[in-house]
């Protein structure tokens, strides 16, 4: 028996997060610095790829980057409509307008109603890999360059004109460590965003970072230069850079955002990148195979994807599916599984079915896929923390909780 409260998703707090911590707290220095530039350097290793901005959340990367591309009011965002509502919350909050797609059974959004939904008004496409399921990247960004697409594309920002086409943005909140053809997420679309939130996969409490895949027409590490200024006011010199005798003198040169990340947050998810692929990412993968293999045992639980002959995922959720029950079946099950104890979540309820997004006219009727996948989806703890003698007790108390509410067992 396990006699503690299983949490849904704790921080992976060690000894080398709390060395890093310490030495930037006793370091003289606590604000972007020294620690944010060694974060963006091992995210651009583990992604391979030349350069990451860290900002201070994804939500804030993605502000920034739709602004860095122009994006305003009367522009349209095409987004799925099953993802954590910052995806859409993001493009309102630069006046445009997302447009919401239906998903497919694996989570991703669908390809097909991408082509239909795109207009003359459309900037960007913005997939998410949920549960760190990369989406099928090569159709996505072979669809942006069609010339029926491309002819369609109406520039009205310097980046528009010189990209020449719909923007790919990725939201990679969940799939730091993915794989799609023997590429990293991160590597996948032209930018990717990933988020560091607490609950992430890899975490600076709050953050996120930005990776630059830019085509040829761009520099990378000229748009990195321009992303830095960008997350900080538009200002020339950095605080660091200030802070140095002699360094006072400084100029604004364009109105820029203030999201850049702190060197405290940032040390906590050096120490985790660290090890990330060789000790958190595979202690994931245990769990994932261990739940696996035992609701494999059973036929009324579907298993969320985790790997096909071109994506791996990295295990960031685990989503699981009950086949043939209702809304209201899965939410007495979840009561269950909380009264033995064990927190789970459901990932995602569909934008459409949040007020904010009903008030502005989104139907949940549009999304069926959407609607299904929420419905019968239950996210269960996932994370290195996790003993062989709680997944145990975790399998048995859904198991149980499934056989009471649907079978009267
Ligand atoms: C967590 C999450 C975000 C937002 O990340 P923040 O860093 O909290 O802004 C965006 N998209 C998805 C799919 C997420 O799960």
């Known amino acids: 028996?396990?006699?503690?409260?299983?949490?849904?998703?704790?921080?992976?707090?060690?000894?080398?997060?709390?060395?890093?911590?310490?030495?930037?707290?006793?370091?003289?220095?606590?604000?972007?610095?020294?620690?944010?530039?060694?974060?963006?350097?091992?995210v651009a290793k583990l992604v391979a790829i030349e350069h990451a901005v860290c900002v201070n959340s994804w939500t804030s990367g993605a502000i920034l980057v739709l602004k860095w591309f122009g994006i305003k009011a009367g522009d349209e965002v095409i987004v799925p409509s099953y993802t954590y509502s910052a995806t859409a919350l993001a493009v309102l909050h630069c006046g445009a307008t997302p447009v919401m797609v239906d998903v497919n059974p694996d989570f991703t959004i669908d390809v097909n109603l991408i082509r239909k939904a795109i207009t003359s008004k459309t900037k960007i496409i913005m997939p998410v890999d949920i549960a760190g399921w990369p989406c099928d990247y090569d159709e996505i960004n072979q669809l942006v360059k069609e010339s029926d697409v491309v002819s369609m594309f109406n520039s009205s920002s310097g980046n528009q004109k010189k990209l020449g086409r719909i923007l790919v943005v990725a939201d990679a909140a969940h799939s730091i460590g993915a794989t799609y053809k023997g590429r990293q997420s991160g590597s996948l679309a032209d930018?990717?965003?990933?988020?560091?939130?607490?609950?992430?996969?890899?975490?600076?409490?709050?953050?996120?970072?930005?990776?630059?895949?830019?085509?040829?027409?761009?520099?990378?590490?000229?748009?990195?230069?321009?992303?830095?200024?960008?997350?900080?006011?538009?200002?020339?010199?950095?605080?660091?850079?200030?802070?140095?005798?002699?360094?006072?003198?400084?100029?604004?040169l364009f109105q820029g955002l203030k999201v850049n990340m702190p060197d405290l947050c940032a040390a906590v998810g050096l120490a985790q990148i660290r090890k990330y692929n060789t000790q958190l990412l595979l202690d994931r993968e245990r769990v994932a195979n261990f739940y696996h293999h035992k609701f494999a045992e059973k036929p009324y639980f579907e298993l969320p994807p985790l790997q096909d002959a071109d994506r791996k995922s990295c295990f960031h959720l685990y989503a699981l599916r009950i086949k043939g029950i209702s809304e209201t079946q899965r939410d007495l099950i979840i009561n269950e599984i909380t009264n033995a104890g064990i927190a789970v979540n459901v990932h995602f309820i569909p934008m459409p079915l949040l007020t904010v997004f009903k008030d502005m006219g989104y139907k949940i009727s549009d999304y069926p896929m959407a609607y299904d996948n929420y419905s019968r989806e239950i996210s269960l703890p996932i994370y290195p923390q996790l003993t062989t003698e709680q997944l145990e007790f975790i399998v048995q108390s859904v198991d149980k909780a499934y056989r009471k509410i649907v079978l009267n067992d």
Do not use: R
Not at 11 to 31: A, C, F, M, Q, R
Not at 210 to 239: H, R, T, W
């Open 1 to 42: 028996m396990v006699n503690k409260l299983i949490p849904f998703s704790p921080p992976y707090i060690d000894e080398d997060v709390n060395k890093e911590v310490l030495e930037s707290l006793n370091s003289g220095w606590i604000t972007s610095g020294p620690k944010v530039k060694q974060l963006e350097e091992e």
């Open 191 to 252: 930018i990717t965003i990933f988020s560091f939130h607490a609950v992430k996969n890899i975490t600076t409490a709050e953050g996120g970072a930005i990776c630059l895949n830019l085509p040829p027409v761009f520099s990378n590490s000229e748009e990195y230069k321009m992303m830095k200024l960008y997350s900080l006011n538009g200002q020339n010199k950095d605080a660091f850079t200030k802070s140095q005798a002699g360094g006072w003198k400084y100029d604004i």
